[in-house]
């Protein structure tokens, strides 16, 4: 007679203190970023010649010999007006995730474990859905920004010249990059879009679950008045 291996349930109160935990730990992160760029943005302002480095993406695939080596991005400056942008920007976007945290996260996290097909729910994830959805855009600007000023410095022709140097040194792939018109461009990322994107369908999910529980409750309650 075969035997079910079955796990131990998790309770439900850990489960809680887990979920409060790690909800908790990324507001706090997000709090810390807002102020230090806050405070990186002051400090440029006072000081502009401290200037500041980003990382723009750069996949680019260089064989030396037998070794190939990858690289996934490139510190470059970039102009005053645009460090002073970005970086508020992102002050900006961080501050009010975690302030959303504060005031929705833990009251969204609450519901789900005791009362999951809340209206206040799907409004929840609908509205976290738009925030990955700006994280998307924001993080697509910076990284555009970034290989914009890697290119127009010329920077990447510098590279190609400094490999025609190197005996046996070639440039074999750019990554997954997009080339149009003989122009390298940026392979940008997808992730936060791709959450935005669970997000925006977990919320229709809990709408219409909540919208057949109401149903289901009017249903029975005009049932008990026919009786």
């Known amino acids: 007679m075969s035997r079910r291996l079955r796990l131990p349930a998790l309770p439900l109160k850990t489960a809680r203190t887990v979920l409060d935990l790690s909800l908790g ?12 760029s806050v405070a990186g943005m002051l400090w440029l302002l006072v000081a502009p010649q401290a200037g500041a480095r980003f990382e723009a993406p750069l996949s680019l695939k260089i064989k030396i010999g037998d070794v190939v080596y990858r690289t996934t991005g490139a ?44 209206l206040a729910n799907s409004q929840d994830l609908a509205l976290a ?22 290119m127009g410095t010329g920077q990447f022709r510098a590279l190609d010249n400094a490999l025609t140097g190197i005996p046996g040194a070639e440039l074999l792939g750019t990554g997954a990059r997009l080339v ?15 959450v935005a994107a669970a997000l925006a369908v977990l919320s229709v999910v809990f709408r219409r679950a ?15 008045l026919t009786v």
């Open 180 to 194: 149009i018109g003989g122009g390298v461009w940026p392979s940008l990322s997808f992730t936060w879009l791709l």
């Open 25 to 36: 730990l990324l507001g706090l992160g997000l709090a810390l970023t807002g102020v230090l």
């Open 75 to 118: 510190s470059v400056p970039l102009p005053h007006g645009q460090e002073v942008l970005v970086v508020a920007g992102m002050a900006a976007l961080a501050l009010a995730s975690a302030w959303l945290i504060y005031r929705r996260g833990f009251a969204l996290l609450r519901r789900l474990l005791f009362d999951p097909f809340a």
């Open 129 to 150: 859905s738009r925030v990955a959805l700006l994280w998307q855009l924001a993080l697509w600007a910076w990284s555009v920004l970034g290989w914009g000023q890697f």
């Open 210 to 224: 909540h919208d057949l529980r109401e149903a289901e409750r009017q249903l029975r309650a005009e049932q008990a």
